[in-house]
């Protein structure tokens, strides 16, 4: 069996094998047409009229179709549905050829001699189309139950009964390298329940799950379903149902990421992070946009960051005069500046390598291209390292937003929004502290008697898949095997994804009209336990059984939950309903620049707990958490 196997594999019908063998299919089938055309009386039939309507108007008429719609030119043993859709095309236009024949020889002699029927011609067409599709389903059901089964096969249901669900159950079953074997469809659309498509039964999704989890085979589950007919609120309940009772979830890709626009079976990927996070998508509304950065000239610092390089991604599809990227890292800059290449042309925008703390290299920058907006995404971000740095910190988010903030007012820019944090709010560490003091430098610099340029602080909480977001690390973690480190079981956390963070920051940045804080709505808080699970299983692993989770304790300087509200600020809504506007605080800029500038001094000549001192100085509310400068909270007490 197996070296008739291989034979098959290696070798490959001809196509003139199969086209006789469809004549012959279609000799056979005529006698059957002729014995109902005359209801099985065989007195009836005249079997040399039957030869010669069959010798010199069916062959040569099915012979023609055949060569023009190539149904022979497939392989038999992978017959698909568009094999059927090319046979039934091919005895249609034998049919057609063979009634304009009739037509044309009514009043000769030879119709009289070859008594050709019309009713006839249909019948024989009808059992024709049956008797060739039956051929080649035959063949390749022979081939594929005997000479070449596929084992070890993952039984699947597949989520959406529409064209993308049908096209993928069509694909899995005819991939003869696919364990993937489709023992039924999922539909919301309840008027299509106990149907069937493509031989499989529609289910419900309460009888699907009933029907996976009651039997001890191992299920998956396979979503095939344009994303703008599902929620991502959707994706996540059934993605923590199949994660209740450890069935595997994986997607089909959206049909525009299909490789030349066809899909395989290798397409199939595994879910993200980022589709869970179970909120609607957020809807920009580019009007004010639009007319804002029309003809602009617009530098984004942090360019080459996780958050900076969206942002140009978003701003690059706009009308601006020039965007400038500026960013220390090199390499990452390099990378954005080809990636950017290939979207616009190379005069829409240009490159600095350029570090913020450095005054007269930024100056030189802002002489050159004046900007008119600035969006400042450049920061230290992570809190360990910044705990044991304070004076990076303090050097380049404190430093460093103040000579960006400066330079606006002296270029007279329109707006400079700067990308603040949650943990800016009652901060327990130093990192959180620092961006607590650029937010309160630049909010006294718009309190400011007749200033002109804008200032704009947006703050949100973590975001998926950035360069300081807890993903990157577990994936990594997942990918050596474990273990995956979480800091305390209760620990959460607020998460939105990389664009949709930068959305809001540019509706933000143009709603303001300067001092404000617009803080986002950041959805549900997440256990990053839950977060661990998830990206476990997304991975196709079992947590605790495959990848182990270890607690390694709260950080230096890390709290179980961030806040998005200071104490003392409420908010007020905006136009955008995941947008809202904290009332601040008002602040003596004349004071405030007093003790920013003593503050960015004092990294020269005092120790890190002076400055430590001097930023809760700044900051009252700022309280040590699981850090050694926590013994100064209780002095200062």
């Given at each position: 069996?197996?070296?008739?196997?291989?034979?098959?594999?290696?070798?490959?019908?001809?196509?003139?094998?199969?086209?006789?063998?469809?004549?012959?299919?279609?000799?056979?089938?005529?006698?059957?047409?002729?014995?109902?055309?005359?209801?099985?009386?065989?007195?009836?039939?005249?079997?040399?009229?039957?030869?010669?309507?069959?010798?010199?108007?069916?062959?040569?008429?099915?012979?023609?179709?055949?060569?023009?719609?190539?149904?022979?030119?497939?392989?038999?043993?992978?017959?698909?549905?568009?094999?059927?859709?090319?046979?039934?095309?091919?005895?249609?236009?034998?049919?057609?050829?063979?009634?304009?024949?009739?037509?044309?020889?009514?009043?000769?002699?030879?119709?009289?001699?070859?008594?050709?029927?019309?009713?006839?011609?249909?019948?024989?067409?009808?059992?024709?189309?049956?008797?060739?599709?039956?051929?080649?389903?035959?063949?390749?059901?022979?081939?594929?139950?005997?000479?070449?089964?596929?084992?070890?096969?993952?039984?699947?249901?597949?989520?959406?009964?529409?064209?993308?669900?049908?096209?993928?159950?069509?694909?899995?079953?005819?991939?003869?390298?696919?364990?993937?074997?489709?023992?039924?469809?999922?539909?919301?659309?309840?008027?299509?329940?106990?149907?069937?498509?493509?031989?499989?039964?529609?289910?419900?999704?309460?009888?699907?799950?009933?029907?996976?989890?009651?039997?001890?085979?191992?299920?998956?589950?396979?979503?095939?379903?344009?994303?703008?007919?599902?929620?991502?609120?959707?994706?996540?309940?059934?993605?923590?149902?199949?994660?209740?009772?450890?069935?595997?979830?994986?997607?089909?890709?959206?049909?525009?990421?299909?490789?030349?626009?066809?899909?395989?079976?290798?397409?199939?990927?595994?879910?993200?992070?980022?589709?869970?996070?179970?909120?609607?998508?957020?809807?920009?509304?580019?009007?004010?946009?639009?007319?804002?950065?029309?003809?602009?000239?617009?530098?984004?610092?942090?360019?080459?960051?996780?958050?900076?390089s969206e942002i140009a991604r978003q701003l690059i599809t706009f009308d601006l005069k020039q965007l400038i990227l500026v960013d220390q890292a090199e390499s990452p800059l390099y990378?954005?500046?080809?990636?950017?290449?290939?979207?616009?042309?190379?005069?829409?925008?240009?490159?600095?390598?350029?570090?913020?703390?450095?005054?007269?290299?930024?100056?030189?920058?802002?002489?050159?291209?004046?900007?008119?907006?600035?969006?400042?995404?450049?920061?230290?971000?992570?809190?360990?390292?910044?705990?044991?740095?304070?004076?990076?910190?303090?050097?380049?988010?404190?430093?460093?937003?103040?000579?960006?903030?400066?330079?606006?007012?002296?270029?007279?820019?329109?707006?400079?929004?700067?990308?603040?944090?949650?943990?800016?709010?009652?901060?327990?560490?130093?990192?959180?502290?620092?961006?607590?003091?650029?937010?309160?430098?630049?909010?006294?610099?718009?309190?400011?008697?007749?200033?002109?340029?804008?200032?704009?602080?947006?703050?949100?909480?973590?975001?998926?898949?950035?360069?300081?977001?807890?993903?990157?690390?577990?994936?990594?973690?997942?990918?050596?095997?474990?273990?995956?480190?979480?800091?305390?079981?209760?620990?959460?956390?607020?998460?939105?994804?990389?664009?949709?963070?930068?959305?809001?920051?540019?509706?933000?940045?143009?709603?303001?009209?300067?001092?404000?804080?617009?803080?986002?709505?950041?959805?549900?808080?997440?256990?990053?336990?839950?977060?661990?699970?998830?990206?476990?299983?997304?991975?196709?692993?079992?947590?605790?059984?495959?990848?182990?989770?270890?607690?390694?304790?709260?950080?230096?300087?890390?709290?179980?939950?961030?806040?998005?509200?200071?104490?003392?600020?409420?908010?007020?809504?905006?136009?955008?309903?995941?947008?809202?506007?904290?009332?601040?605080?008002?602040?003596?800029?004349?004071?405030?620049?007093?003790?920013?500038?003593?503050?960015?001094?004092?990294?020269?000549?005092?120790?890190?707990?002076?400055?430590?001192?001097?930023?809760?100085?700044?900051?009252?509310?700022?309280?040590?958490?699981?850090?050694?400068?926590?013994?100064?909270?209780?002095?200062?007490?």
């Amino acid at each position: 069996m197996d070296r008739l196997t291989r034979l098959f594999e290696k070798y490959n019908l001809p196509r003139k094998f199969i086209l006789l063998a469809d004549l012959a299919i279609i000799a056979i089938g005529f006698p059957v047409a002729y014995l109902l055309r005359y209801n099985l009386d065989v007195s009836k039939i005249s079997f040399l009229q039957a030869l010669l309507q069959l010798v010199f108007l069916a062959l040569p008429s099915y012979l023609f179709a055949f060569v023009c719609c190539g149904t022979y030119r497939g392989v038999i043993r992978y017959s698909t549905m568009g094999d059927s859709i090319r046979l039934f095309k091919a005895t249609g236009l034998a049919a057609i050829i063979e009634l304009i024949a009739i037509a044309l020889m009514r009043s000769t002699v030879l119709a009289g001699q070859m008594g050709i029927s019309g009713s006839l011609v249909v019948i024989h067409a009808v059992i024709s189309v049956v008797l060739l599709t039956g051929f080649r389903l035959t063949v390749r059901g022979l081939y594929q139950s005997y000479l070449s089964p596929r084992k070890n096969l993952t039984p699947v249901m597949i989520f959406g009964a529409g064209d993308m669900g049908q096209i993928a159950a069509n694909v899995f079953e005819n991939d003869r390298n696919s364990n993937i074997s489709v023992i039924g469809f999922i539909d919301d659309n309840k008027s299509l329940t106990g149907k069937r498509l493509a031989g499989k039964i529609i289910y419900s999704e309460n009888e699907a799950f009933e029907k996976m989890t009651v039997q001890s085979t191992d299920y998956e589950l396979i979503l095939a379903i344009n994303p703008d007919n599902i929620k991502p609120s959707r994706k996540k309940e059934l993605f923590d149902r199949c994660l209740k009772y450890k069935i595997k979830i994986r997607e089909v890709p959206p049909v525009n990421k299909w490789i030349d626009g066809k899909f395989n079976t290798q397409q199939v990927r595994n879910l993200k992070i980022e589709d869970l996070l179970g909120r609607d998508p957020i809807i920009l509304k580019q009007d004010k946009i639009v007319k804002g950065v029309k003809g602009a000239v617009v530098l984004v610092t942090g360019a080459a960051g996780s958050i900076g390089s969206e942002i140009a991604r978003q701003l690059i599809t706009f009308d601006l005069k020039q965007l400038i990227l500026v960013d220390q890292a090199e390499s990452p800059l390099y990378d954005l500046q080809n990636e950017l290449q290939k979207k616009v042309q190379p005069e829409k925008f240009r490159v600095e390598v350029a570090n913020i703390t450095d005054r007269h290299r930024m100056r030189q920058i802002f002489m050159k291209y004046l900007p008119e907006y600035v969006f400042n995404a450049a920061a230290y971000k992570h809190v360990p390292l910044m705990e044991a740095i304070p004076y990076e910190a303090i050097r380049v988010n404190v430093g460093g937003t103040r000579i960006l903030a400066d330079l606006s007012v002296r270029f007279g820019v329109k707006k400079f929004v700067m990308i603040s944090t949650d943990k800016a709010v009652n901060p327990t560490n130093i990192m959180g502290a620092s961006k607590r003091i650029c937010e309160i430098y630049i909010q006294a610099l718009a309190q400011s008697p007749h200033m002109v340029t804008q200032f704009i602080t947006t703050r949100f909480g973590n975001v998926l898949g950035s360069n300081g977001s807890v993903v990157p690390l577990f994936r990594k973690q997942i990918e050596a095997g474990g273990p995956v480190t979480v800091t305390h079981p209760d620990i959460i956390r607020y998460f939105m994804t990389i664009p949709e963070a930068c959305q809001l920051v540019l509706e933000a940045g143009f709603m303001g009209k300067g001092g404000e804080i617009y803080v986002f709505d950041m959805g549900e808080p997440v256990k990053i336990y839950d977060l661990a699970v998830k990206m476990i299983s997304l991975a196709g692993l079992k947590p605790e059984t495959d990848i182990p989770i270890q607690f390694t304790g709260l950080r230096p300087g890390e709290k179980l939950f961030e806040e998005l509200l200071a104490n003392e600020e409420n908010t007020i809504p905006t136009h955008h309903p995941k947008i809202k506007a904290a009332k601040v605080r008002r602040h003596n800029f004349s004071v405030v620049e007093l003790a920013v500038d003593g503050l960015i001094k004092a990294i020269q000549t005092e120790s890190e707990t002076e400055l430590v001192l001097r930023m809760k100085a700044l900051v009252p509310e700022f309280i040590s958490k699981n850090s050694k400068y926590c013994e100064y909270d209780e002095v200062l007490v």
